[in-house]
Nanobody, 115 residues
């Protein structure tokens, strides 16, 4: 099994920045993808950004140019640097780990952007 833990959420004013962290541990595999999703109240969970162990990244149009996903030096640690935050970025942010065997979600971390 793979365990996923997110951290770094909080309350920030519009225009501010936050960095979220995601750590996957346990029976991880070298070839994997780690993605960030978010879910706002009353809305469906949506994909925010993805990164593969091969280095590729992709972003939702709504966050392009403002958010950056990156892999840390620690194995299977991924960061989401969020800048120029908007009230509409308010959501619970979830990290998802996947490889050819497992798909695991974290518990989520709340991000609240005040106007």
């Amino acid at each position: 099994q793979v365990q996923v833990v997110e951290s770094g959420g909080g309350l920030v004013q519009a225009g501010g920045s936050l960095r979220l962290s995601c750590a996957a541990s346990g029976s991880t595999f070298s070839s994997n993808a780690i993605d960030w999703y978010r879910q706002a109240p009353g809305k469906q969970r949506e994909l925010v950004a993805t990164t593969s162990s091969g280095g590729s990244t992709n972003y939702a149009d709504s966050v392009k140019g403002r958010f950056t996903i990156s892999r840390g030096n620690a194995k299977n640690t991924v960061y989401l640097q969020m800048s120029s935050l908007k009230p509409e970025d308010t959501a619970v942010y979830y990290c998802k780990y996947s490889d050819y065997r497992y798909l695991s979600w974290g518990q989520g971390t709340q991000v609240t952007v005040s106007s």
